[in-house]
């Protein structure tokens, strides 16, 4: 699920970069870039793959 997330990030990064759309400070495209390398370092590890059983 995090590596679907981090997709739509990083797509969303690309289109306000491609389109030199101009956003305030907190919604631009490296931003936008980090979370989505921060969701995919998460997908990654691990953290959204479910719940596990131990024994």
């Known amino acids: 699920m995090l590596g679907i997330v981090a997709a739509v990030l990083f797509f ?7 389109a030199d759309i101009s956003t ?3 919604f631009s495209s490296t931003n936008v870039m980090l979370l989505g390398l921060t969701a995919l370092a ?3 590890a691990g953290v959204g793959a ?3 059983r131990r024994r």
């Open 50 to 52: 479910g719940w596990a």
């Open 12 to 18: 969303l990064a690309f289109l306000i970069n491609a």
């Open 24 to 26: 305030n400070d907190v």
């Open 42 to 44: 998460l997908h990654v």
